[in-house]
């Protein structure tokens, strides 16, 4: 097991256990109605393979993963790519084959070890790079395509046009927006229509009220999923919603077959195995990036370092122990929903909404060259510390760092990671489990001389990382930037963020400002 699951509780994560079992309580009442929805809705399949999908691989991953906040569960745009090969092969396949409901389980069956074992097989080969060469702006553009297809697959049930969809079955996604715009204002259910978008509003005014009142806990952790699920639920009993049309979730029976457990490859769905590789490969890539992305987030944000490839190993032994259960969705975590409710411990781990899966290009992502720069006794001239042991260190708390190279996205991608390191370990090679040898610094100094260009997205991470800094109150100076970074820093909205004050000529004009400051 992993070091941080060896660890025993101090006094300080005693007092923040509560705070676990509220992110657990608050997690729990996202999920449940979450996961029901992406299996229904998206997937198309039974409520309870998102149930299914939501526990058993967040407790296999729990085991495995280096991320102590990450919950794994199923996510939408997964989901739906799960939902359209479903969807594909009920389409080619004829008489009551075609429409049961044993083709989308073992489909879903299908995709779901196969994702597994390519992320499995992506992380014994130690391929974790592959969150470095795909840029920021390529995954954001394919998170938004996705964001609309969900958007319109929504739309449909929130009109109450569910019947009239499996008339007409409409299949593409601009077949779906003809079919809203031809039949939403003459076969609307008015009763369905005015429930979905009432809740909405409930949920967006709520979320904001919370927002409001930070400080007072027993409000800002409200889980206003939870309360509009009940309050829906109540209302729908009440007033008989169901005999307005409106579709209900009802009793959900319970089959498990012959065995709760079964192997995934078994007859029924090998069939598939042709059919449903490329979403999984697509699934696997995908699930990967937004779940390391979120990861490493959360680990900057509580101190501890990812392995990409054991979250590579972990995610993969995940979902194929979770393809063991029939009809289980491919389960990642994800960064829209990587906000934690509370937890802090490890006790808890935490976990959203992507028609094309964009080629990685074939980039091997060099290592980064950066280093820590120390005083030559006696003068002003900073030298890196490992090539000159004259070379002295400030004890105040002042880091100066040298990035001797360009940056551009492949590998800014890695350079959060890289000063962590250096901030908590220093120059010397260390292992990811062990303690911290240093304090975190209180003051960064940026040594830019190397950096000659930077290109849009690298720019945009590394105001994300000086953001993330001063929000923790350390002091920032960049120091030695030329004209053309000094222009990408303007647009990016850095030399805002920072202050004019924090761009020095030189690395001892800046130890000067720092020590006047003092």
């Known amino acids: ?28 009442s996202i999920l449940i109605p979450q996961s029901i929805s992406y299996a229904t809705s998206l997937a198309k399949l039974s409520p309870l393979t998102g149930l299914f999908s939501a526990a058993f691989p967040a407790i296999v991953y729990a085991f495995l993963g280096t991320s102590r906040q990450l919950n794994v569960a199923p996510e939408a745009a997964l989901s739906l790519l799960v939902g359209q090969a479903i969807s594909d092969i009920r389409f080619d396949t004829h008489g009551e ?25 992506l992380g014994l080969f130690r391929l974790g790079f592959i969150d470095v ?35 007409i079955k409409p299949e593409t996604t601009g077949e779906k927006i003809f079919f809203l715009l031809q039949n939403t204002f003459s076969h609307l259910n008015p009763v369905t229509t005015a429930i979905s978008f009432s809740a909405l509003a409930v949920l967006l005014i709520l979320r904001n009220v919370k927002n409001l009142f930070k400080k007072y806990w027993f409000i800002y952790r409200l889980p206003e999923v939870l309360i509009v699920v009940i ?66 987030q959360n680990a900057a944000r509580f101190g501890h370092s990812i392995s990409p490839n054991r979250e590579l190993v972990a995610l993969g032994v995940a979902n194929v122990a979770g393809s063991f259960i029939p009809g289980t969705l491919p389960a990642y975590g994800s960064l829209t929903r990587r906000k934690n409710a509370g937890g802090i411990t490890g006790l808890l781990r935490r976990y959203s909404p992507y028609d094309v899966l964009p080629l990685a290009v074939p980039i091997l992502p060099s290592e980064m060259r950066l280093g820590i720069h120390g005083r030559i006794p006696g003068t002003d001239r900073w030298k890196p510390i490992n090539e000159n042991p004259e070379a002295e260190e400030r004890s105040d708390g002042t880091l100066i760092i040298r990035i001797r190279e360009n940056l551009d996205f492949a590998n800014t991608a890695q350079l959060k990671e890289r000063l962590r390191r250096l901030e908590l370990y220093g120059v010397q090679k260390s292992h990811p489990s062990e303690d911290p040898r240093r304090q975190q610094a209180s003051v960064l100094v940026f040594h830019l001389a190397d950096m000659e260009t930077i290109d849009a997205s690298a720019a945009q991470i590394m105001s994300e990382l000086l953001e993330e800094y001063k929000s923790r109150g350390v002091g920032l100076f960049i120091t030695h930037l030329s004209p053309g970074p000094r222009e990408t820093f303007l647009k990016a909205g850095i030399v805002d963020l920072l202050g004019a004050d924090a761009f020095r000529e030189s690395v001892a004009d800046a130890i000067a400002l720092v020590e006047r400051s003092r």
Do not use: C, N
């Open 1 to 28: 097991m992993t070091s941080q699951h060896r660890e025993v509780a101090t006094p300080d994560d005693s007092q923040s256990i509560g705070g676990d079992l509220l992110a657990g309580l608050t997690v729990a």
């Open 133 to 167: 060469v795909l840029s920021r702006a390529l995954l954001r553009g394919f998170i938004s395509a996705v964001a609309v297809v969900i958007l319109v697959e929504q739309l449909i049930p929130m009109f109450g046009l569910v019947a009239l969809q499996k008339v």
């Open 231 to 296: 309050v829906s639920t109540f209302l729908s009993a009440k007033f008989r919603w169901d005999e307005d049309g409106v579709d209900i979730l009802g009793a959900v029976p319970i089959t498990a077959g012959h065995s709760f457990l079964q192997i995934p490859l078994r007859s029924s769905t090998l069939k598939y195995l042709r059919r449903t590789t490329s979403t999984a490969i697509m699934i696997s890539v995908v699930g990967f990036l937004d779940s390391i992305i979120a990861a490493k």
């Open 97 to 121: 084959e075609g429409a049961s409901e044993a083709l989308g389980i073992a489909v879903s069956t299908m995709i779901t070890f196969q994702a597994g074992l390519i992320t499995f097989l």
